[in-house]
């Protein structure tokens, strides 16, 4: 009888998790960029203002045309330090969420019960969307500039670790930590059901006899499903996280920074919403799903991979 392998720690599903997630941005990065300025593009203008690109197609080429492969990976180094943050909590944290949870409501560990798998991915999305947030702050900021085509408040950092140190000595802790909410509202959204409809999603491939557990297509079709959920759920908190991110901002009698155009996520949700129709909230969404459908896909399949190796070489042992 073969002796049954030893869960991953925390820490063991932290680093697979971060490791798959970098391999993924590598690709996923330019399409960010589109994203980016995208949402930004119109902002709060009726009928969505003057329109410096027609799509993502067209934000990619006008950005290689101007900028070269520079532009269109800007704020590549800040993405992976942020994915390993990210997602090595979404995914490390993941399962010892919902073991706890189902321990708590009195159910077996070994239960993929839909509440509890949702409520575990919003938890571990959002841990990891508080200890990246200074990342992804500085990576939409540097996504978003163009010093040829610009659309949204500019802001020019040499590299990440200039950014860091720029902010900081404007704006202290709290400047780093601007949009922490929107942050969390967006990540929360998007995780709750990506592991869950990844995870459904195989398993009905597999208990169905469709796929076999260990395919590469059955992971490959888990996560275009769950790519697919993710990028329809966390679009309008996307927006609103970029847009808070990138708003100008005026310092006031108390010395602290504000910003001009939204107090919090849900005001930016609502502003854009009464000035650019639901359609402002999803903006840039063709190029939210180019980055999120590779992403996840890659994500999601590489962690399996990375995961099954890992068992392999070192649990095994």
């Known amino acids: 009888m073969q002796t049954p392998l030893r869960p991953l ?16 941005v590598t690709v996923s990065n330019p399409a960010e960029v589109a994203k980016t300025r995208m949402q930004l593009q119109g902002e709060l203008a009726k009928g969505s203002g003057q ?49 706890t949870i189902n321990r708590a409501i009195g159910r077996p560990v070994t239960d993929q019960i839909p509440l509890t798998s949702i409520a575990a991915g919003a938890a571990s999305g959002a841990v990891g969307a508080a200890l990246g947030n200074p990342l992804f ?7 978003a500039y163009s010093p040829i085509l610009p659309v949204g408040t500019q802001h020019y950092y040499k590299s990440s670790v200039d ?11 709290r400047g780093l930590v601007r949009g922490i909410d929107a942050a969390i509202l967006r990540t929360a959204m998007g995780s709750s059901v990506q592991l869950p409809t990844y995870n459904w999603t195989k398993n009905q491939l597999v208990t169905h006899g469709i796929l076999p557990a260990n395919s590469i297509w059955a992971y490959l079709a888990s996560s275009s499903v769950s ?39 849900i005001d930016c949700l609502w502003k854009t919403f009464k000035t650019e129709g639901m359609f402002g909230w999803y903006k840039g969404s063709t190029a939210h799903f180019l980055r999120i459908a590779p992403h996840t896909i890659i994500t999601l399949t590489a962690n399996d991979i990375i995961l099954s190796l890992y068992r392999d070489l070192v649990v095994k042992r």
């Open 51 to 99: 329109k410096i690109y027609k799509g993502p197609l067209d934000v990619f080429a006008k950005t290689w045309r101007n900028e070269g492969i520079r532009g269109l990976q800007r704020g590549l180094g800040a993405a992976y330090t942020y994915q390993i943050l990210l997602n090595g909590s979404r995914l490390g944290f993941y399962e010892p969420f919902r073991r």
């Open 227 to 265: 790519g697919v959920c993710v990028c329809i759920v966390m679009q309008p908190a996307d927006t609103a996280l970029t847009r808070v991110y990138n708003q100008p901002t005026v310092r006031l009698p108390d010395g602290r920074l504000k910003g001009t155009l939204y107090n919090n996520p």
């Open 163 to 173: 950014a860091l140190s720029t902010i900081f000595r404007a704006e202290g802790f």
């Open 137 to 143: 702050l500085i990576k939409a900021r540097m996504q």
């Open 9 to 24: 720690s925390t820490s063991e599903g932290f680093f697979c998790g971060g490791l798959a997630a970098c391999i993924a």
